[in-house]
């Protein structure tokens, strides 16, 4: 019987250059010494996707390596970033012509350099993806953190990344320990839904059967932000894992706390894929209620579970087509709710994970947690990026 192939994803360092509202991590870095090796990275099973993700990714100078380990074991790979290190995104692409690029922009100039807490964030970002198109290269995108900040700005983004023929990657906020955050959440939910309303009018009206799939991905955002239900099922560490930069198998990045199959620095892939341990967080995967709608875990169910998507989008095409009717927010009851008054803000703000007391598990080593006692995470990086300079000079 033939190999079965997974969908990974490799947290390759807890180090960030940017400063995002959304996102604590920069805060919480991992030591470099202790970040994934190459080695731990062989153990790796065949996979037919693999996400390398952060942290910022490029901060590590041995990616290139990496790259070239994951290849010989996985069909497709695609790197998110902030886009800061063109240089090294360029280089990196030069030498794997077929590696997916995904920016994170989270809005137009100005608030973009806002979200991400860098100045000249936008600039970086929007520099580095049009370096790549004037290479040609072939797999490139944007991905945007839908929030309040920046709905406004989804579909002229979107348009933006039209023209470039781009990929156009959403998601919305999001509580974990991944992202060292548990206070986020969406305060004009009727506003941000009728920007995803905008949205999906414009992928269901292109003729690319790919972004009729987008636009469900964007139905489900609507409904994950009113609190609500998957609107698949969730089938992490089935068949889809992430691995941290301490070499921990963890079924997701969504839940509160770290969750753990096993190690892969002490363990083979056989011994940690069938241990107890790694059924006990299956088990808790299936009763889990965070009903988180992120594209890691997503983009699997929608494969699995085909026929649902399918029949929304033929649905979708054929109201469009043959009635004239475009998509509408509405068709969601629990939006119609709220609009009625039946649901209150307060109730549905029960819904999210948000919880403003929570402490949050950042999923750090001891030794990692041990250097921020005499100095900050945003220390710590930058005397480590201002390092790499000084030697190398690139960016
Ligand atoms: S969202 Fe990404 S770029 Fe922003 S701080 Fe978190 S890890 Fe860094
Ligand atoms: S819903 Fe799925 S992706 Fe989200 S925390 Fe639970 S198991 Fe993880």
């Given at each position: 019987m033939a190999e079965k192939k997974l969908n990974g994803t490799v947290i390759v360092t807890y180090r960030c250059n940017a400063r995002c509202t959304m996102c604590n991590r920069y805060k919480c870095p991992s030591k470099p010494e202790e970040e994934l090796s190459v080695e731990t990275i062989k153990k790796l099973p065949k996979m037919y996707f693999t996400n390398i993700t952060g942290g910022e990714p490029f901060i590590r100078e041995d990616l290139p390596d990496i790259v070239r380990e994951l290849y010989k074991k996985s069909d497709r790979i695609v790197i998110s970033t902030n886009g800061f290190f063109t240089d090294r995104i360029i280089k990196l692409c030069e030498e794997f012509p077929n590696v997916g690029i995904r920016i994170s922009i989270e809005?137009?100039?100005?608030?973009?350099?806002?979200?991400?807490?860098?100045?000249?964030?936008?600039?970086?970002?929007?520099?580095?993806?049009?370096?790549?198109?004037?290479?040609?290269?072939?797999?490139?995108?944007?991905?945007?953190?839908?929030?309040?900040?920046?709905?406004?700005?989804?579909?002229?983004?979107?348009?933006?990344?039209?023209?470039?023929?781009?990929?156009?990657?959403?998601?919305?906020?999001?509580?974990?320990?991944?992202?060292?955050?548990?206070?986020?959440?969406?305060?004009?939910?009727?506003?941000?839904?009728?920007?995803?309303?905008?949205?999906?009018?414009?992928?269901?009206?292109?003729?690319?059967?790919?972004?009729?799939?987008?636009?469900?991905?964007?139905?489900?955002?609507?409904?994950?932000?009113?609190?609500?239900?998957?609107?698949?099922?969730?089938?992490?560490?089935?068949?889809?894992?992430?691995?941290?930069?301490?070499?921990?198998?963890?079924?997701?990045?969504?839940?509160?706390?770290?969750?753990?199959?096993?190690?892969?620095?002490?363990?083979?892939?056989?011994?940690?894929?069938?241990?107890?341990?790694?059924?006990?967080?299956?088990?808790?995967?299936?009763?889990?209620?965070?009903?988180?709608?992120?594209?890691?875990?997503?983009?699997?169910?929608?494969?699995?579970?085909?026929?649902?998507?399918?029949?929304?989008?033929?649905?979708?095409?054929?109201?469009?087509f043959f009635k004239q009717n475009k998509y509408s927010m509405y068709e969601n009851k629990i939006v119609r709710d709220f609009k009625d008054g039946k649901v209150s803000k307060e109730q549905l703000d029960k819904c999210s994970t948000c919880d403003m007391n929570c402490v949050v598990n950042n999923g750090l080593s001891t030794a990692s947690l041990e250097q921020l006692k005499n100095k900050t995470g945003e220390e710590i990086v930058n005397a480590d990026i201002e390092k790499q300079f000084k030697n190398f000079g690139d960016n």
């Open positions: 809005g137009l100039e100005e608030t973009n350099n806002k979200i991400r807490g860098l100045d000249d964030g936008f600039n970086k970002g929007y520099s580095t993806l049009k370096k790549l198109v004037e290479m040609k290269h072939p797999d490139v995108g944007f991905g945007m953190t839908v929030q309040d900040a920046n709905a406004k700005d989804l579909v002229e983004l979107y348009k933006l990344s039209d023209e470039l023929n781009m990929e156009f990657a959403t998601a919305s906020l999001h509580n974990s320990f991944y992202f060292v955050e548990a206070k986020n959440i969406i305060h004009d939910r009727p506003m941000v839904a009728k920007e995803f309303e905008k949205l999906i009018n414009e992928l269901l009206k292109s003729n690319s059967p790919k972004k009729w799939f987008r636009a469900y991905f964007n139905h489900g955002l609507i409904n994950y932000i009113y609190g609500q239900k998957r609107l698949l099922p969730c089938d992490m560490a089935f068949d889809t894992f992430f691995i941290d930069p301490y070499g921990d198998v963890m079924p997701c990045n969504g839940t509160k706390d770290k969750e753990i199959m096993g190690n892969l620095n002490e363990q083979t892939w056989e011994e940690l894929w069938n241990s107890e341990k790694a059924e006990r967080v299956r088990n808790k995967v299936r009763h889990c209620d965070r009903q988180c709608w992120m594209i890691g875990s997503v983009s699997p169910a929608m494969h699995k579970y085909i026929w649902k998507p399918a029949w929304w989008v033929f649905r979708h095409k054929f109201l469009k």
